[in-house]
Structures are given as C-alpha cells and as structure tokens.
C-alpha cells in the first residue's frame, strides 16, 4: 500500500485518530490543565476530535497546543503537507503544496512554516566527544535585508553548520558574521571539548585548538581538500542539499525566516534513510515535535 493511500490522508476523523496516536499513546492528556484522567467526556460526535476535561472543565482536541492550533485547514491536508515536507529531499515549494492541498498560497507558506517550527529540536546535548570528529563550515545564502550587493559575502546572510563523523548528525545555525567572536561561542556551547575538531582555514576558527583535544584544517586556497582523516567533504555534502533546495525549490528566503528553512534541511538530514529512518518514519518524528509550540502568521 502506498503511503499516500493511508486513511488519514484523507478522512479527517481517521487523521484525528492517527495524531492522537501519535501524541497520545497513553490516553488523552489535557493541554490545559495537563489531566491525563480516563474520565474525559468524549465530545466527538459533535465536533471532531472534541472532548471535554472532567478536571479543569475545559474543552480540547490533539491541537489544541501544538503548531496546528486553531488551523482552519482539515487535518488529513495538514498531515498531507508534513507527509510531502519530509520525503522531499530538497523541500516543497509554498506554490506546490498550494496546488496540491487544493488551498490558498498564503495558508499553504504559513503551513510550511508551522511545520518548519515543528522540526526545530532545540538540542542541548553537545556533539562529538573523546574519540569523535566534528566538521565545522560555513556558508553564504540570499541576502541580508538592506544590503546593496557586493563583491565578497558581505551582503548575504551566513549560515554555520556542525556535522559529527561518527553520529551523522548536522546542526546549524543562522549567524549574524563569520567572525571568530560569532563563531567561538556558538561552536564551544555546542560541540563537547573532548572532541577532534576539523575547519577549513578560515580564520574565524584558529583559536579552536584552545578550546577542544584538537584542531586542524584544510587549506582549499592550496588546493588541499583531504589530508588523512583531515577533511570537511561530510559537512560540504551537507551544504549541496541545502543550496539546491535553498536555490532550486524556494529560491527566495527573507532573513527573519531563514533559521525555519536551516531547522527544515537539517532535520531531514538528521532523520535520513542512510541512518535508518524512512519517509512515513520521518513524517511521524516531525508530528511528535509540534507540541508544546505555537505560531502565529503575524510571527
């Protein structure tokens, strides 16, 4: 059976029961109050998904609390639009799911963004450790909101991307410059000092050695790209899916939005079929992370 074929894709009662599995494996649990009692009144028959906390008094349904909260698009459509957004490899145009959910641009862009924030992880959990290497790199994508566009990359906005060997995990972040007092920080709050660090020769990152067991690089300049286990062809690879998507599928990214598209390259990048997770695997990982976040189209 094709995935696209489940019934949640296309009943919206059956798209309420597959979230509630999802989010609620253990019964229904109040977002109000937080109540995980059997005693819920059961209101479906009224409206679908409604039911009623016998603690708090309070009527809820799985949405309530999530990035889906008071969405006027029918869930199966909803879970529709998650389902697409994670097994295109380089992401789905607003335009795209505009005509292929049957709803307006301005709801399906607003969509795409709630499940954007849905992918944000928000992981503290530092990266690497004894034995491990992480890559770090940078790069350049769409412009920063009033620049006059130049020669060099000062004009565009940067992206920093931390990718472990060993995990295969990425983790980037939008930074304001490629200094090494944006760099430094960003790098140490997020990588274990344990760790084998490898760079490119940018300056922003020769005082790493300071700060973690090593750290070497490469000089591209030189031509030098591999030098042993030297090297940040892991990270670059990561950087070629996320410029053809960034390029090829959305073409143009405001500033203020560009950290739910790296949030958006990165989760799927982290939850690949190389590390064992399949498209209906990854669909259901981006559905447990829509609760406990909100998003409002004026944000």
């Known amino acids: 059976m094709s995935v696209l074929s489940k019934p949640y894709f296309h009943d919206e009662a059956k798209a309420f029961e597959y979230l509630e599995s999802v989010l609620w494996p253990e019964g229904p649990i109040c977002p109000h109050c937080g109540s995980v009692s059997g005693k819920h009144y059961d209101l479906r028959k009224t409206r679908l998904g409604l039911r009623k906390c016998s603690d708090c008094r309070k009527q809820f349904t799985v949405k309530v609390g999530t990035v889906f909260e008071s969405a006027h698009i ?9 389902h697409l957004l994670c ?34 992880s928000g992981d503290l959990v530092p990266m690497g450790g004894a034995g491990s290497i992480v890559e770090a790199d940078e790069t350049f994508i769409g412009r920063k909101e009033g620049s006059i566009k130049r020669r060099g990359h000062g004009h565009k906005n940067a992206v920093l991307s931390l990718v472990d060997r060993e995990s295969g995990q990425v983790r980037s972040f939008h930074v304001d410059s490629v200094s090494a007092a944006e760099l430094v920080p960003i790098v140490k709050a997020n990588v274990a000092k344990e ?43 990561y950087y070629s899916i996320f410029k053809r998507g960034m390029k090829g599928v959305y073409q143009h990214c405001s500033e203020k939005h560009l950290h739910r598209y790296v949030a958006e390259f990165d989760f799927r990048y982290n939850n690949r079929t190389a590390l064992g997770v399949e498209d209906a695997e990854r669909a259901k990982v981006a559905l447990e992370g829509i609760m406990g976040k909100r998003l409002t189209y004026r944000d």
Do not use: C
Request: no cysteine; glycine share 6%.
């Open 195 to 237: 760790t084998a660090m490898v760079t490119d020769e940018w300056s922003g990152y020769f005082s790493l050695g300071d700060h973690f067991a090593s750290h070497e690089s490469v000089s591209h300049k030189a031509d030098e790209y591999v030098r042993g286990e030297v090297h940040t062809n892991t990270v670059e690879g």
């Open 74 to 82: 029918p869930l199966n459509k909803m879970l529709q639009a998650v």
């Open 87 to 120: 097994s295109s490899k380089k992401g789905i145009s607003a335009h795209q799911l505009h005509r292929i959910l049957e709803v307006q641009y301005k709801t399906a862009w607003f969509l795409a963004h709630r499940i954007r924030e849905a992918m944000r």
